[in-house]
C-alpha cells in the first residue's frame, strides 16, 4: 500500500521527492492509527475498552466510544483499493488473534486504540504549537489541558515515537508486538492503557515515590542545621521533624519559610544525590547526568507546573471533572487512587494557593512540595 502511495505521487510529479517520503513515512507509522478508525472488528472491540486520553473530550466521530458508528461496510466501496484491502487484512488479523488467544487479541486492539488517541493528541499539540508560534502566545495565555498536552507530549515523543518507527520495519513488527504485550509501560504512554491499568501503574510509582520521601526531608534537615541558628530556621526545622510523626503541613505554614528556598535551598545549592531525588519524584531521567542538567530538568517541568497551576486559578475548580482531579493532584506527587472528589480538590486548592504565591526564584519549594504537602497525608473521605 505505501509503495502504491509513492508510485502515485511520483507519477504526479517527479520533482515532489520529499512530499513522497513524508507520505511514506506518515503511512506506515499511523497506518495502525488508520486502521482503527476504519475497521469494523476493530472498532467493535475498541468501544468496549476503557482508555482514558490526554484531551478530556473527543469531538470527532474519530473518538474511540463513537469510532464503532463512523464507518459502515458499504462506505468501503467508496475507498481504494488499497484502503479496502489494508481494513479487510486488519479484520482477518484481528479474528485470527482472537482464536489464537483473546488476550492477545484484546492487548492488540489496546495497542491500535493508543496508537489513535496519541496521534490526534500528538496532532493536538502540533497545532497548538503552531498557534503558539504564529500569534506569538506563552504559556501564560494558555488554559490548563493545553499547557498539559504541551508538556506531556513532548515527553511521551521519545518513548512512543521510537517504538512506532521500530514497528514499521519489515518483520520487526511481529518480534516488538510481544514484548509490547509482556513490558508495555518503558515503551507507551498513557493513551496506551485502560484506567485500571493506570491505577496500578501509578500506585506502583507512587510507593517507589514515597521511599524517596525520608531521604528528601533527612537532606533537608542537614542543609537547615548548617545554617546559623534563628527562629526561622528552628521553626522550619521543628516542622521538618513533625513530619515523621505524620503532622502535615499546609500551603500557609511553608510560605512562611520562601525566603529559604530562594538562596540556601534552592536548586544551585544542593547536592547532586538531592537533585536527583527531586527528578525521581517528577519521574524525569537522572541517570548519569550532571547536575546542570537535572537542575535544567526541574527548572523545566516546575515552570510548566506553575504556569498550570496559575491557569487553573484562574478557572474553577469546581469544573474539573474526577478523572482531571486525579491526573493533576497525581502529577504533583499526590497518590489520588479512590480518594473522594472533595478531598483531591481541597488538596489541589492547597497547592494552587502555595504555587501562585512563588516567584521563579522560589521555585525549589514547589518541587520539595511534592513530599512536604504530601507526607503525613490522609486521604480520606470526609
Keep these: ?17 520529499y512530499q513522497c517520503y513524508n507520505l511514506l513515512i506518515f503511512n506506515e507509522c499511523f497506518q495502525i492509527g488508520y486502521v482503527a478508525q476504519h475497521s469494523n472488528k476493530t472498532n467493535r472491540l475498541i468501544a468496549g475498552l476503557n482508555t482514558p486520553a490526554i484531551r478530556p473530550t473527543v469531538t470527532s466521530c474519530r473518538g474511540l466510544k463513537q469510532s464503532a458508528s463512523c464507518l459502515t461496510t458499504s462506505d468501503l466501496s467508496d475507498k481504494p ?41 500528538a496532532k493536538h499539540a502540533y497545532q497548538l504549537r503552531a498557534k503558539i508560534k504564529a500569534e506569538n502566545l506563552h504559556l501564560s495565555d494558555l488554559d490548563w489541558r493545553d499547557i498539559y498536552i504541551k508538556k506531556q507530549i513532548s515527553k511521551d515523543l521519545t518513548k512512543v515515537l521510537p517504538t512506532l518507527l521500530l514497528m514499521c520495519l519489515p518483520f520487526v513488527f511481529y518480534v516488538i508486538l510481544p514484548i509490547l504485550f509482556f513490558f508495555p509501560r ?22 517507589t515515590r514515597l521511599t524517596i520521601h525520608p531521604s528528601i526531608v533527612n537532606q533537608l534537615v542537614k542543609k537547615v542545621e548548617q545554617l546559623p541558628n534563628s527562629s526561622e530556621t528552628q521553626t ?18 511553608l510560605l512562611q519559610h520562601k ?3 530562594e538562596v540556601v ?26 547536575s546542570h542538567l537535572l537542575r535544567s530538568r526541574l527548572n523545566k517541568t516546575l515552570h510548566f507546573i506553575h504556569a498550570m497551576d496559575r491557569a487553573l486559578l484562574r478557572e474553577n475548580l ?64 470526609p
Excluded at 500500500?1 to 521527492?17: D, F, I, Q
Excluded at 482477518?92 to 488467544?101: T, Y
Excluded at 513533625?242 to 505554614?253: F, G, K, V, W
Excluded at 482531579?325 to 499526590?334: A, M, P, S, V
Design 1 to 17: 500500500m505505501a509503495l502504491y502511495m509513492a508510485e502515485k505521487v511520483m507519477r504526479h510529479s517527479r520533482r515532489n521527492l
Design 81 to 121: 483499493w488499497y484502503k479496502r484491502l489494508a481494513i479487510q487484512s486488519n479484520d482477518k488479523f484481528v479474528a485470527f488473534l482472537g482464536r489464537l488467544s483473546p488476550k492477545a487479541q484484546k492487548q492488540y486492539v489496546q495497542l491500535v486504540a493508543g496508537t489513535t488517541l496519541f496521534y490526534y493528541d
Design 186 to 207: 518503558p515503551f507507551l504512554s498513557d493513551q496506551f492503557f485502560t484506567r485500571e491499568q493506570l491505577v496500578e501503574y501509578n500506585s506502583r510509582f507512587h510507593q
Design 236 to 253: 522550619f526545622l521543628d516542622a521538618l521533624k513533625r513530619l515523621d510523626s505524620n503532622m502535615p503541613l499546609d500551603s500557609r505554614s
Design 259 to 261: 525566603e529559604l528556598f
Design 265 to 290: 535551598l534552592g536548586f544551585n545549592s544542593l547536592p547532586r544525590i538531592h537533585l536527583v531525588n527531586l527528578c525521581q519524584l517528577y519521574s524525569l531521567k537522572s541517570f548519569l547526568l550532571p
Design 318 to 381: 469546581q469544573g474539573l471533572s474526577q478523572q482531571d482531579l486525579e491526573k493533576l493532584c497525581f502529577q504533583r506527587g499526590l497518590n489520588s487512587n479512590d480518594v473522594d472528589r472533595a478531598v483531591l480538590a481541597s488538596w489541589l486548592g492547597d497547592w494552587i494557593q502555595l504555587s501562585t504565591n512563588l516567584t521563579e526564584k522560589e521555585e525549589s519549594l514547589l518541587a520539595h512540595a511534592a513530599v512536604l504537602l504530601v507526607r503525613g497525608q490522609s486521604m480520606r473521605a
